[in-house]
Structures are given as C-alpha cells and as structure tokens.
C-alpha cells in the first residue's frame, strides 16, 4: 500500500510561501537529499497555486545556473503522475497531469490503496483537507535557515485529531 506523504519546504519560523520562493532554494546537497526523497513518489497532489509553481520542472534546463541536482528533480518530477485540484483552472499544462474540480478523500484512499508508488501531497491548503480526512502517513520538512514572518504556515487553520508519524531525515545522514 502507498503512503500519501506530505513534504514541504518551511522557514524556520514554519512559514512556507511568498510572492517568488527564493528564500527555500535548497543548495547542491540539500537539493540531493530532496531528490532522494522525491524519487518513490509517483504522483503528486497539488493545488493550483502549487501546480503553477512547480510546472517549471517540466523543462528545468530554462532554470539560470541549473545544476545536476536541479536537473535531475526535474527528471524525477516528469516521471511522475499529478492531479491538480482546482475550480478556476481551465486546463493544465504538462504531460500526466489531470485536472479534477474536487478534492475526494475517498479517490485519494483508493490510489494509496492501488498504486504501486508513494504520493505527495503539497501546499498548504490541500495538505490541510488530506489531514482533515486523515489521509496524511507521513510529514517531511525541509526546514531552511532562514525566518520569513510574512508568509503562509504550514497549515493553515487545521486542528488535527491524531498524532502524525513524524519523519525526520537529515543530508548527509
């Protein structure tokens, strides 16, 4: 069975958003740890603003600087499925992505149940519904060095009923 997982970058004030996310790039080594976390992932959850993000990683190589590790999470991210949730976007932009209207818990319940690879699940938004309906097994931050006060938590306005299995890995570790 698959793991739905939940894996975000924060400050270390627990903030996770901005206006152009400069402030989480992760460098060569954290950017590897991150790959390495990404790689069983076979589908990714996204929200629309979230989805609008990470589309960059359909062609990487337009990225100033790339580097190997830029390049490879955007091999990693290509090779996997995503399913944008959203009611405003009329259609999505890259190679297996699906656009649904509705977040179902239940849908969710049965992929982790049939596929063969982990899930993600980013943003905090759509992180909160999948905790809301207890679909969250796993929670990874990657946490920068730096504190950003003017952003969105984590989570934003969720009380969760249970206690989640927390998993903490560090690079080089």
Known sequence: MAKLIYFI?????????DE????????????AFINDLMRPIGMYLYGRKNYQTMAIWETPEIIPGPRLAVLNFGRIWQGADKIVYSKSLETVSTPKTRLEREF???AVRDLTAQLP?????AGPTLAAQAI???LVDEY???????IHPVSRRIVESIRV???PLIHVREPGR
């Open 9 to 17: 970058p924060t400050s270390l004030d627990g903030y996770i958003s």
């Open 20 to 31: 152009n996310y400069d402030w989480s790039a992760p460098d060569e080594e954290v950017f």
């Open 104 to 106: 179902d818990p239940q």
């Open 117 to 121: 690879h982990d899930l993600s699940v």
């Open 132 to 134: 809301r309906a207890r």
């Open 140 to 146: 990874c931050r990657a946490v920068t060095r730096r």
């Open 161 to 163: 009923q249970h206690d």
